[in-house]
């Protein structure tokens, strides 16, 4: 929200400042985005810094705000500086001379390194969901390429509404990575699938609708193709089948090599993964203000790197400053630095580092599966997954984040093999495989991927609004298998709630309710139907 100046003021940023600005302060406020918004924000900042020590120099405040930035993950500081600013932290810098600064990329001295070249493909699809074929690209991947990156944006009507489209990329032996479609469709509209050591030969970008619905529409994306020309501090690595991800780690600046190579079959360290958290996660830098160490069992140089993945807030993508640290203690007092990551702790900090946590703790209790050619395959050693991690490990397997452990079998007579798959929690995660996992997971953190809204069709009936594009008022059908207590929702484009429509125990069955809609602004709406099993959500256009 910024103060209103003299400029072109679309309709959809009418909207905007409708749903978030209160009606008195419309003529005086609106809703902008871009880098200039950063500006009177940092200079908040500042004006925080010298009220603490109002002897600070410019040069003293900018080395302070650099010191204690957050890294912006991917980025070369040419093009982002230090970082994201950590007003946190500058602030408490100020106060108590705090030691920050040693996580930041742009002054760190690094042990590996890649020289690489990117090369960016435009291409443009004309998504038609009538048609059976067509709506896809081919293209060509050359030997020797570390990895690849396709993405998409899937704007919707007027570029306003979002799209229910699955971005699927097919190798040249016709195996499948897919992006997923967000719950919030109508808010995320990027769509992203990375692939590390891709086979050489003629790939595919095909679009979908959700079950063979979606708006027709010209989409746009890119195709990125790194090519690694040599390396410094990774002679290690050759022949490993990580190779590629390992490459494609370090030139990303999501992971670092070691004293005498990268070491990959070596077991990841929990300190270990610290550094690359804050290092590739945008993971806050954090000290206690209290100058009380959470932890008895560092050193002097992993206390910022233990305290900052431990604390509340500690991620970027937790904008609120709720949710739990993205690692958490063995003991009491105790971090265990040189202890081994397993993969349960693994999964719990990339799903914790992208913001997931009341996604996970809504699928705690709930049995845990892995797709395989659309079908959901229970995993069998479930039961050994921690309860308050099964959630966790739900959402890392759905996102692809981290792989399940598959073995077929089949009798003699089967038409079909028989298709188990376990997790292995309390397995080791060596740093060779540390690599093929944080290279899956930095695609879901740019795009903003959200996990599915598990509300699969056996929970309740798929609800309906009729008439669907409306003037005035629509009716919204739900159906439930058994009685439940509901809500019905109504949610604009950027996510505000407009209105609770029901909130109450309804038994089973079909019911109604009418959404008055007549003192709204024209354009898409959501409106959310949760039950105590899951969540669905529809989108309505108000004409």
Known sequence: VSTRAISPLMATAAQADVAVIEPAFLPFYTIKSGTSMSTPHVAGIVALMLEAKPSLSPAQVKEIIQKTATNMPNRESWEVGAGYVNAYAA??????????????????????????????????????????????????????????????????????????????????????YRSGIPALFALTVDRSVAVAAPPSGTWTVRLEGLNGVALPETITGTISRLTASGTSGLGDIVGHPAEASIKTAINSRLMDGLNGGFKPKDALKRIQLADYLLMGQAIRQYLPTT????????????????????????????????????????????????????????????????????????R?????????????????????????????????????????????????????PVIRATFKPKQT??????????????????????????????????????????????????????????????????????????????????????????????????????????TSARRMILN
């Not at 203690?329 to 799903?351: E, H």
């Open 91 to 176: 602030v408490d810098m100020v106060f108590r001379s705090s030691n920050f600064g040693s996580t930041v990329n742009s002054t760190r001295a690094f042990v590996s390194s890649v020289n690489s070249q990117a090369a960016v493909q435009p291409f443009t699809v004309d998504f038609n969901p009538a048609l059976t074929a067509g709506n896809q690209f081919t293209f060509n991947v050359a030997p020797g390429t570390n990895s690849i990156e396709v993405k998409i944006a899937a704007t919707g009507l007027l570029g306003q509404t979002g799209n229910v489209i699955n971005l699927i990329v097919l190798d040249p032996s016709g195996l499948q």
């Open 291 to 362: 100058g009380v160490r959470t932890y008895s069992d560092l050193g002097a140089n992993d206390v910022l790197l233990a305290e900052s993945v431990s604390a509340r807030g500690a991620a970027l993508r937790d904008q609120n400053h709720q949710n739990n640290g993205v690692m958490l203690p063995t003991a009491d007092g105790k971090f265990s630095p040189t202890s081994n990551a397993d993969r349960v702790t693994v999964a719990y900090a990339l799903v914790q580092g992208l913001g997931f946590q009341r996604q996970a703790l809504e």
């Open 364 to 416: 705690n209790g709930r049995p845990v599966s892995v797709q395989v050619e659309g079908k959901s395959i229970p995993i069998d050693d479930a039961a050994t997954i921690p309860a308050a991690m099964e959630g966790y490990v739900s959402i890392a397997l759905e996102l692809n984040l981290i792989n399940a452990f598959f073995t077929s079998t089949q009798g003699a007579f089967d038409l079909k």
């Open 429 to 534: 995660v060596t740093r060779g495989e540390f690599a093929v996992i944080v290279t899956r997971t930095f695609p879901h953190w740019e795009a903003v991927t959200q996990p599915a809204a598990r509300m699969a069709a056996e929970f309740v009936a798929e609800p309906n609004a009729y008439p669907n594009l409306f003037s005035g008022s629509t009716t919204i059908r739900y159906t439930l298998p058994q009685a439940d207590y509901v809500t019905v929702e109504v949610y604009n484009v950027l996510g505000s709630k407009v209105k609770t429509l029901v909130q109450a125990y309804k038994p089973a069955g079909s019911h109604d309710v009418t959404f008055d809609g007549s003192q709204l602004s024209s354009g898409t709406y959501l409106y959310k139907v949760n039950t105590s099993t899951g």
